[in-house]
């Protein structure tokens, strides 16, 4: 016996129609390392169109291990990434007056969203002084901060899906 649920249909529908929107080609990674004397350090995490988030963090300090976690997003929070990413206007900006990546370390930020393909690399960054004093600083200042909101998703989903205890 079938049950008139038409909350369940429109659930659905919605779910197949965000499924199709962030089924578009759809690629973010971002990097930030260096090597050091407690080896490579670094941190990574790349989102891809079929909902797959990977993550790695491998730091050295106290021979702690490289910790890679995976899991798989809603379409809603790539929706939410894509939301980010198009808001903050990155795809304007151009890597060519950043701090070149140094013995400090490197940044690498990759973007792919339907047929737009962006690809940047500089130093790592400190603190926003070092941003308000380089060469582009408006460039590299929506970089900065589009970094800080990636991570902050990631942290959250990551923390969110292999939380331990329960708050």
């Not at 690809?119 to 603190?127: C, E, L, M, R």
């Not at 408006?138 to 939380?163: A, P, W």
Request: charged share 30%; net charge negative; aromatic share 12%.
């Amino acid at each position: 016996e079938r049950l008139n649920r038409p909350w369940l249909s429109t659930w659905t529908g919605r779910f197949e129609h965000l499924q199709s929107m962030s089924a578009e080609n759809l690629y973010v990674r971002y990097y930030v390392g260096h090597k050091g004397k407690f080896g490579h350090e670094f941190l990574e995490f790349e989102f891809n169109s079929d909902g797959k988030l990977r993550y790695a963090n491998n730091s050295q300090y106290k021979n702690d291990t490289i910790i890679r976690k995976q899991v798989h997003v809603s379409p809603a929070v790539l929706q939410e990434l894509k939301r980010i990413i198009e808001d903050s206007e990155i795809v304007k900006e151009d890597d060519g007056n950043w701090p070149q990546p140094d013995r400090v370390g490197r940044q690498e930020l990759e973007v792919r969203i339907g047929d737009e393909h962006i690809s940047f690399s500089t130093s790592k960054i400190g603190s926003l002084v070092e941003v308000n004093e380089s060469k582009d600083a408006e460039g590299l200042r929506v970089f900065y901060y589009l970094v800080q909101d990636l991570k902050c998703l990631v942290f959250s989903l990551i923390n969110l899906h292999f939380k331990i205890k329960p708050i």
